[in-house]
């Protein structure tokens, strides 16, 4: 609790001492989980509830599905009270503010916690990605005035609060990204009912800003280049630059390392009947470990739910290591320690973060990375190309280096072995 309120007043400080953009990393700690390490970051409730509180006119989320409360599992469980504070925060909003919301067209997804928002003014809209594509819509982001913005890995389920490890970004007063980002809900919102995704878009949806072309901007008192992108292609409009190009572009411009911090990875459409192969991210980054040495690491998750095929692949990707050519590809498993009350909430106590960080970049997504997340599911991501520090102030790419490493030399984290997959995945 005094953590959580230093943080507050930090970022309090911070929001009125500082006129121009600046980006804040947040993160959910799953209960219990307990790091050796000062690398510590404001919680994504705390932040959910800082851009409520700063709401003056519009909130606009894009999201898989809503589990705010703990009726979905029909347990009483104390740590699911931060879901519910969300969920009770945001009818109020939508009562005096204008609130939207895209949702994946549900399949058997609870409907309790939209049918509330609806009856309290909020508008909400079903993207059938099932008809439109044959994904879902993954994306998690809000929106605020649009003036501010979080995005990351946490769903509107209570347990992306208390009992999964998630990673996002919030970006305070920044109307020019924001605005961009809009362009990405307004799709999501237009294809709420539509039949069928236009080709090409209208030129309301086309961006200026990409990989290209990024966003230049101070942000936390320092230059940096930051820009959206957007999955699957057929979203993204006239200059948006895809969410797997994107991937493939931060690879290729690092130069000593790349860490990737994701919770699924397979050179696979997982989902894709007949069995497909789809080796785009996993090619690049063999690649670059070879061509030009660059240091790789992948942090992947381990839980009961993990696909024991991804482990053969990674098996297969960390063979990419040998030191006497420089070759350096590492793989480690983290795992979230449960005690047997927390052992019992289904789908809970994992790593869910989808960020990757290079020598030079942050990037910062919402999809696992296989084929499907980047040919038919819709995710999104924020890439921040900020490493020269023009104050005293850590670059976002040195804090998120900072994050990763604190995992990566944690004890929860083990090597990808035999044993390892015995005892916990
Ligand atoms: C946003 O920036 C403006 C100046 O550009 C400043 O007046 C305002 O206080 C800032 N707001 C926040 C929330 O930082
Ligand atoms: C925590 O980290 C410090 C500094 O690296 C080390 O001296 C100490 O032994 C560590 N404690 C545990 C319990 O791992
Ligand atoms: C990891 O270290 C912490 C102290 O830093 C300790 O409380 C915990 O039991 C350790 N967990 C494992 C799995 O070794
Ligand atoms: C919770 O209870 C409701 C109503 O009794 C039931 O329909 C639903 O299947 C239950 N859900 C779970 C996860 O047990
Ligand atoms: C980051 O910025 C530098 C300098 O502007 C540029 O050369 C590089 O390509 C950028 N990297 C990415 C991944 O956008
Ligand atoms: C992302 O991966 C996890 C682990 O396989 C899975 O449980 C989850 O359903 C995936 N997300 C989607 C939208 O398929």
Not at 101 to 119: G, H, I, M, T, Y
């Given at each position: 609790w005094t953590r959580s309120l230093n943080q507050t007043?930090?970022?309090?400080?911070?929001?009125?001492?500082?006129?121009?953009?600046?980006?804040?990393?947040?993160?959910?700690?799953?209960?219990?989980?307990?790091?050796?390490?000062?690398?510590?970051?404001?919680?994504?409730?705390?932040?959910?509830?800082?851009?409520?509180?700063?709401?003056?006119?519009?909130?606009?989320?894009?999201?898989?599905?809503?589990?705010?409360?703990?009726?979905?599992?029909?347990?009483?469980?104390?740590?699911?009270?931060?879901?519910?504070?969300?969920?009770?925060?945001?009818?109020?909003?939508?009562?005096?503010?204008?609130?939207?919301?895209?949702?994946?067209?549900?399949?058997?997804?609870?409907?309790?916690?939209?049918?509330?928002?609806?009856?309290?003014?909020?508008?909400?809209?079903?993207?059938?990605?099932?008809?439109?594509?044959?994904?879902?819509?993954?994306?998690?982001?809000?929106?605020?005035?649009?003036?501010?913005?979080?995005?990351?890995?946490?769903?509107?389920?209570?347990?992306?609060?208390?009992q999964v490890k998630e990673l996002g970004a919030v970006v305070y007063n920044c109307s020019c990204l924001a605005a961009d980002l809009e362009k990405i809900f307004e799709a999501y919102w237009y294809l709420g009912g539509a039949q069928s995704i236009p080709s090409p878009w209208p030129s309301r949806f086309s961006t200026a800003f990409n990989k290209e072309t990024p966003l230049q901007l101070p942000l936390n008192n320092t230059p940096a280049s930051v820009y959206l992108s957007s999955s699957p292609p057929s979203f993204c409009a006239s200059g948006?630059?895809?969410?797997?190009?994107?991937?493939?572009?931060?690879?290729?411009?690092?130069?000593?390392?790349?860490?990737?911090?994701?919770?699924?990875?397979?050179?696979?459409?997982?989902?894709?009947?007949?069995?497909?192969?789809?080796?785009?991210?996993?090619?690049?980054?063999r690649r670059v470990a070879y061509e030009r040495r660059v240091k790789v690491r992948l942090l992947i998750s381990c839980w009961d739910h993990s696909q024991p095929l991804m482990f053969s692949f990674l098996r297969s990707l960390a063979s990419v290591y040998e030191p006497m050519s420089k070759l350096d590809v590492q793989v480690r498993l983290f795992v979230v320690p449960s005690n047997p009350r927390q052992k019992q909430i289904p789908f809970a106590r994992v790593n869910h973060n989808k960020y990757m960080v290079t020598d030079k970049v942050a990037y910062i997504g919402t999809s696992n990375w296989s084929g499907d997340y980047f040919v038919n599911t819709a995710g999104s991501a924020l890439v921040v190309n900020q490493t020269e520090s023009g104050s005293s102030e850590p670059t976002v790419q040195s804090q998120l280096k900072a994050v990763f490493e604190r995992d990566w030399f944690s004890n929860h984290s083990t090597p990808l072995s035999p044993e390892a997959l015995e005892a916990f995945c």
């Open positions: 007043t930090w970022l309090l400080s911070l929001l009125s001492s500082s006129p121009g953009a600046f980006l804040v990393l947040v993160e959910s700690i799953p209960e219990g989980l307990e790091f050796n390490s000062s690398t510590t970051h404001p919680s994504i409730y705390q932040a959910w509830i800082n851009l409520m509180k700063e709401a003056r006119s519009s909130v606009d989320i894009a999201s898989f599905y809503w589990t705010l409360t703990n009726k979905d599992t029909n347990t009483s469980e104390p740590t699911a009270s931060q879901g519910e504070d969300v969920l009770k925060r945001l009818a109020e909003l939508s009562r005096a503010l204008k609130v939207r919301v895209a949702v994946n067209a549900p399949e058997k997804q609870p409907q309790d916690d939209l049918q509330l928002l609806r009856s309290s003014g909020a508008d909400v809209r079903t993207v059938d990605m099932k008809k439109l594509t044959s994904g879902v819509l993954h994306t998690k982001f809000w929106l605020v005035d649009r003036k501010h913005l979080y995005i990351g890995s946490a769903n509107m389920d209570w347990r992306s609060l208390t948006r630059t895809s969410d797997l190009q994107s991937i493939l572009g931060v690879i290729a411009d690092a130069d000593r390392f790349v860490y990737i911090a994701v919770m699924n990875y397979q050179p696979t459409m997982e989902f894709s009947h007949p069995k497909r192969y789809w080796a785009d991210i996993d090619t690049q980054l």
